[in-house]
């Protein structure tokens, strides 16, 4: 039943907070504006390709948010020489 797998959603988001972790409440999020959550759900439970993409849509900019002020530790792949790429990445030519 939605109401078990809501008090279950709860929970999760519950102890993600008591661990100090972010939480994507997709549970919350599908209820929202009491619209019809089954179309993301291909069997009830898995997500359908519309529940990827609704799952997408929330998740990547909390990844952005997360990984936006990381340092880059590796050349980007244009910059890698095809003949010896172990040159560019460990730093000893171009």
Not at 21 to 43: A, E, I, N, P, R
Not at 52 to 79: A, G, M, Q, T
Not at 85 to 93: H, M
């Amino acid at each position: 039943l939605n109401s078990v797998v809501g008090e279950y959603a709860g929970a999760c988001v519950q102890v993600a907070q008591d661990c100090g972790v972010d939480v994507l409440d997709l549970w919350t999020l599908m209820q929202k504006d009491t619209q019809d959550f089954s179309s993301y759900l291909s069997d009830g439970l898995h997500l359908s390709p519309k529940g990827n993409e609704f799952l997408f849509s929330h998740l990547w900019p909390l990844i952005e948010k997360r990984v936006s002020c990381l340092p880059l530790l590796l050349p980007y792949w244009r910059d890698i020489a095809e003949a010896r790429p172990e040159r560019s990445l460990l730093g000893d030519g171009d």
